[in-house]
């Protein structure tokens, strides 16, 4: 989901350097064939990506409000490049376009953004939408007669565009829910690589149910060789042998097991503070007295 709010943030970015492209575009060559309005939208669409941008960045806002401002977002720009396109192109050339970058976006944004399919259909048919109403709306003001064939026509293309966006994000939600999945370790989940050496990995990891972090190591089965098993059982031995230790100078063991793919793993207390590395690094030498003490 963090992740998620960063796509939102660039495809944000994106859309609004489209947009002021547009304008730019509009004022050199096109401001025959465009009323004030044109220019306008793309200024909205300028400010609602500031707007959004700086919103899924703030920390004040969960990951659940940030992906669902990204929802509303999509929708509203689908419904500004409608309006603009239908605009220019029934102005300059007397009839609506069958495709716009509408489509586009209600295509791509699931492939950007993993989201659960029924929000991505509600929010990608509200996007859709726009095609007929905007053709609607010129009809009302007099620019353009509309009839019920090109309202079907304007419609296919977003209505394509929904379908694929629905299936496409069934297929990538499935496969980000199988993702996670695959970072369990038992009862715990795997947030972020702490260090890696030869045979194994060290990951941050939190519990499901308790709010206890862990630092989970990870021994991968096919580091182990061709004597595999012989290598686990010492693995195991040597955990439940640092389980029975309660000196204050050595790590907790919570857990230990096996995960689904044969990789071993044991949980342990997670320290805060620097390592050895990091305390040279920052600090420069380590006094005697110290380094002794240590």
Known sequence: MAKARTRIAGLAGILGALSVTAILLTVLFYRDYVDAAVPLHHLLSVGLALAVIVTVRSKLISDTTALSVGLVYEVFMCW???FSAHQVEVVAFGRPPEVTWASMIIVIYPMVVPLPPGRLLVASFLGAISAPVSMLVLDFRGLYAVTIDELI?????????VVLAYFGARMIYAISLDVSRAR???????????GAGGMGE???ASHSLLARPAAIKLIASQHLGDN???MLTRFEQEVQATALLRSPHTIDVYDYGRSDDGSFYYV??????????ELVCEHGPVPASRAVYI
């Open 80 to 82: 500004i490049v409608t």
């Open 153 to 161: 026509g304007v419609s296919i293309s977003p209505a394509f565009a």
């Open 184 to 194: 369990r370790m038992g009862a715990y989940r795997l947030e972020s690589r702490i």
């Open 202 to 204: 060290v990951w941050r």
């Open 228 to 230: 595999a098993h012989a």
């Open 268 to 277: 342990m207390e997670l320290l805060d503070g620097l390592d050895l590395q």
